[in-house]
């Protein structure tokens, strides 16, 4: 059990009216007031494309350190796709006792950062297939799940669609975790930290480790089956002034076993400025946006904090 709500989403699925909608977007704006975080259910995503999707992963993870770094991120270049072995990530500029591939928005080179192809192991050739079709039943579900925020902002369900999500910004990550050795326990699969942007949407498989910080303190979020947990990143508690709250979680595998997580990040679009909300009902929210270029621009300054020398690679190539 959790002491995070579950809510059952699945009337926002619909682009038809349905009195339920009112009722889910309550529950939600209930609880990115409190912790930002809660589990979705009735999502409609397959289970069988989640069962190929973790064993693609476990195959890939099983492979020789020699031979996952034929996808290293390294040969990704600006487009930040690929492999990084464990301690490869930094969270607060501690490495991270995990490893992982970056994946995002299939697309050819060009000159933007974290945009261009994926890169795919050879030897695991039906992760390219999962991967893809992951991407596309995930951002369908973030747009619904954002469409429940606006009303719970009374906002037109439409508006982040329409707006700022238009044409999103889609980050994905596949994470696998070795326990944490028993004798050092500080030593975290993710330090402690909160999202950049708007939705995070994230699986687990059944080893626990995802811990919150709530009002209460910190909490478990545990698995539980058939479910995600989402929760709103920086950008949403900056448009709403703190009235939604991006909450620090952390990371720390204690069950013993290896563990996998897929976060599925859903933001703004890269090219595109971040006004403040509009008018609402109750609310006023112009002017809680603190900076100004765009979205690219903002998420750029956050994601090298994670891995400095590609941001350093990132920064030549632009002069």
Not at 62 to 87: H, Q
Not at 167 to 192: K, N, Q, S
Request: with cysteine; hydrophobic share 35%.
């Amino acid at each position: 059990m959790s002491e995070l709500p579950v809510i059952d989403i699945a009337p926002l699925l619909t682009d038809a009216p349905d009195p339920g909608k009112r009722a889910v977007a309550d529950a939600i704006g209930a609880a990115c007031r409190d912790s930002g975080f809660f589990y979705v259910t009735g999502h409609g995503v397959p289970p069988e494309l989640l069962a190929r999707l973790d064993a693609a992963s476990r195959r890939f993870f099983a492979l020789p350190e020699e031979v996952k770094a034929e996808i290293s991120m390294d040969k990704g270049g600006k487009a930040w796709r690929g492999f990084f072995p464990v301690g490869g990530e930094l969270t607060s500029g501690r490495p991270d006792l995990k490893e992982g591939i970056y994946f995002g928005a299939e697309c050819p080179p060009g000159p933007l950062p974290l945009h261009g192809p994926n890169l795919f192991p050879a030897q695991v050739p039906e992760l390219r297939d999962a991967v893809l079709e992951y991407l596309d039943r995930m951002t369908a579900l973030a747009q619904s799940v954002m469409s429940g925020v606006a009303l719970s902002l009374g906002l037109d369900e439409d508006y982040f669609r329409t707006g700022y999500t238009a044409d999103p910004t889609i980050l994905f990550r596949i994470f696998h975790y070795p326990p944490a050795p028993p004798d050092a326990p500080d030593t975290w699969g993710v330090g402690e930290h909160t999202d950049y942007g708007l939705l995070t949407l994230l699986l687990q498989d059944e080893n626990g480790g995802l811990q919150v910080r709530t009002p209460r303190g910190w909490i478990e979020a545990p698995p539980l089956a058939g479910t995600f947990v989402c929760n709103i990143g920086d950008m949403l508690d900056k448009l709403t002034g703190g009235h939604y709250r991006s909450t620090p979680h952390r990371v720390r595998n204690r069950s013993g076993n290896e563990r996998l997580s897929f976060p599925f990040f859903f933001d703004p679009g890269w090219d595109d400025e971040v006004p403040p909300l509009p008018y609402a009902p109750g609310h006023r929210w112009d002017g809680q946006v603190d900076f100004t270029g765009t979205y690219g621009d903002y998420l750029l300054s956050k994601v090298s904090k994670v891995f400095p020398s590609l941001f350093e690679n990132v920064k030549r190539s632009r002069t």
